[in-house]
């Protein structure tokens, strides 16, 4: 799979300039993702954090595109890769690096590791390392918005290894029939775990399957933020005019580091030699930063490197919860 597959449903890009805050936004969004990833991955080799990390690098584009498009109190719900979408939302970013610490300050005071971030407020509903189960709440959560008549867009992001599980089909089936106001994302990085695509699908048409429940739906080709972009505004526009949905998106994008863990592994041998090339000189990161002046540039950066030192000592000098810590949250309390 190449960053130019044949086949893009997408719209072509660039045809009207898109305003510097937007372009600001989505550069500073996606260095901010890189940077915090990479020390998380400079931090993991000295145990401190407790647990297991699945970095997006690379694949930022796709949580920070779909997320500029989206109001502050529309939701997302995603999988164990998530601290893209979580930050990308508006997540906290000190509470996530005390989450991956294990500690009690963590989003998920320490239960729930780099798999189980959550952010209610910003609208990070969570997360679940089984694949795929966060699919239908998306679902049942956009449902009952619809119920209750809410201005809100949920999205459900996932990888393309969740389309083969029974609960996305019977997800979008359900979500077809209730005309829910939801947006698919199936982050297409064409891998699971270290399983390539072409071993494990007749077709390569993730895109095409919706339109059999008669949801609309496009392929966005080559990790192009721009792109994700307009096409997820396009479609949250459509959704929050009429209160219905659902939308699909297949976002063709690639992971740079392991399945699991802090190393690169561009030259594995479970990939085909070179295949990463393009999608590693297609990154969106200095495609954008060539996009805008070089102080503003220096600001953004100067900025993220100040907030993640802060957010590191912030991890690092909070607590470990106490053992009581262990019996709360179970069960839902009356
Ligand atoms: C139901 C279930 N089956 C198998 C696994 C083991 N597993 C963990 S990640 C993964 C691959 C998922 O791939 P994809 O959905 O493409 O997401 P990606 O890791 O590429 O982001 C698998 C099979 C699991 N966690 N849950
Ligand atoms: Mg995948």
Aim: proline share 5%; charged share 25%; glycine share 8%.
């Amino acid at each position: 799979m190449t960053g130019k597959t044949k086949g893009s449903r997408a719209k072509a890009t660039g045809k009207k300039a898109l305003p510097l805050e937007v372009l600001e936004r989505l550069y500073s969004q996606m260095l901010r993702i890189r940077r915090v990833e990479e020390e998380t991955a400079r931090i993991y080799p000295s145990d401190k954090i407790k647990s297991p990390v699945h970095l997006s690098i690379g694949q930022e584009p796709v949580a920070v595109g779909v997320c500029e498009a989206l109001a502050a109190q529309d939701v997302l719900f995603g999988t164990y890769r998530s601290h893209a979408t979580y930050l990308a939302k508006g997540g906290d970013l000190k509470s996530m690096m005390a989450e991956l610490y294990g500690k009690a300050t963590g989003c998920a005071r320490g239960k729930g590791g780099s798999m189980h971030l959550v952010d209610v407020p910003h609208g990070a509903m969570g997360t679940s390392a089984v694949v795929a189960t966060a699919i239908p709440h998306a679902v049942g959560y956009a449902y009952a918005m619809k119920v209750k008549k809410q201005d809100v867009v949920t999205v459900s992001f996932f990888g393309d290894g969740a389309t083969e599980e029974g609960a996305f089909h019977e997800s979008l089936n359900f979500a077809s029939l209730k005309q829910v106001p939801a947006l698919f994302i199936c982050e297409n990085n064409g891998y699971a775990v270290y399983s390539p695509f072409r071993v494990r699908q007749a077709h390569n048409n993730i895109w095409e399957r919706p339109r059999g429940f008669g949801i609309e739906s496009v392929r966005v080709e080559g990790n192009d933020v721009l792109a994700i972009y307009e096409q997820a505004r396009e479609f949250v526009s459509r959704i929050r005019s009429t209160g219905t949905g659902p939308y699909f998106m297949e976002c063709m994008t690639y992971r740079w580091r392991q399945h699991v863990g802090p190393l690169e592994d561009l030259d594995a041998p479970y990939r085909t030699p070179g295949e990463y090339k393009p999608w590693v000189e297609g990154d969106q990161i200095p495609r954008l930063e060539k996009m805008l002046p070089a102080d503003t540039v220096a600001r953004i950066r100067q900025g993220i490197e100040s907030e993640l030192r802060e957010a590191i000592q912030f991890a690092e000098e909070s607590p470990f919860p106490d053992d009581a810590e262990l019996w709360t949250q179970l069960f839902k309390e009356a």
